[in-house]
């Protein structure tokens, strides 16, 4: 596609619920991203993926965060038992092949507030 | 924590003034880049600076790098208020290093008519 499509834009759930968040990179892009920020704050790393497999995970949180990508393509982050601290916009990017040179290109992220 | 760290916080300026914001960062990097976000959504990529690099421009953005002072500054000159966001510095992990790029916690600019 033309860019990073995140859905849904905003999502409102209850606490204790599970909730789907999807990104689908641009098309041919390797590498994709997920990042999360909480209100007023910087970017904070979540799990980085080359084609289907994730080299790092080492910035999810906790064993309730999970994420998965299928045919390169389409990424889904996945939170079990939400809880109101996970409030935040969630950010997914995507690069050509995941090298330090190459710029990020970010969709417009998910706002999730957990209630 | 964060590699990154933007300084100051928060600036507000005039239209047509310059602004300068700088990035402290505490290990060794290949490239450090800055990036802008509108409204808390998505970032936007502006400039990216090599580690070899001390100075780079792009357009009105002019972007410094003292990697002995592990620092950066990004500077923006002649402002408009279309220039209102907040600016982040992102840096890689080094020669040899897997880690993903790790943004600051950012620098709001605010552009007043």
């Known amino acids: 596609g033309a860019g990073v499509s995140q859905s849904p834009s905003n999502k409102v759930t209850e606490k204790g619920k599970d909730v789907e968040l999807r990104c689908d990179p641009i098309?041919?892009?390797?590498?994709l991203y997920w990042y999360r920020q909480s209100l007023g704050q910087g970017l904070e790393f979540l799990i980085y993926?080359?084609?289907?497999?994730?080299?790092?995970k080492s910035g999810l949180p906790s064993d309730r965060f999970s994420a998965e990508r299928t045919g390169g393509s389409v990424s889904t982050l996945t939170i079990q038992r939400t809880q109101q601290e996970d409030s935040a916009v969630y950010l997914c990017?995507?690069?050509?092949?995941?090298?330090?040179?190459?710029?990020?290109?970010f969709g417009s992220g998910t706002q999730l507030s957990v209630l | 924590s964060q590699q990154g760290e933007e300084d100051p916080q928060a600036l507000s300026i005039q239209e047509g003034e310059n602004a300068t914001m700088n990035c402290s960062y505490k290990?060794?990097?290949?490239?450090l880049q800055w990036y802008r976000q509108n409204s808390g959504r998505g970032l936007v990529h502006l400039i990216l600076?090599?580690?070899?690099?001390r100075e780079k421009h792009s357009g009105r953005l002019r972007v410094t790098l003292d990697t002995s002072k592990k620092s950066s500054s990004l500077l923006i000159t002649a402002s408009r208020a279309a220039d209102t966001a907040s600016y982040f510095c992102a840096t890689d992990g080094g020669p040899g290093s897997a880690r993903q790029l790790t943004f600051g916690s950012g620098t709001q600019l605010t552009v007043l008519p």
């Open positions: 990017a995507s690069s050509f092949h995941g090298q330090p040179n190459e710029k990020l290109f």
């Open positions: 098309s041919g892009h390797t590498a």
């Open positions: 993926f080359q084609g289907n497999s994730a080299p790092d």
């Open positions: 290990t060794s990097i290949n490239n």
């Open positions: 600076i090599r580690s070899n690099e």
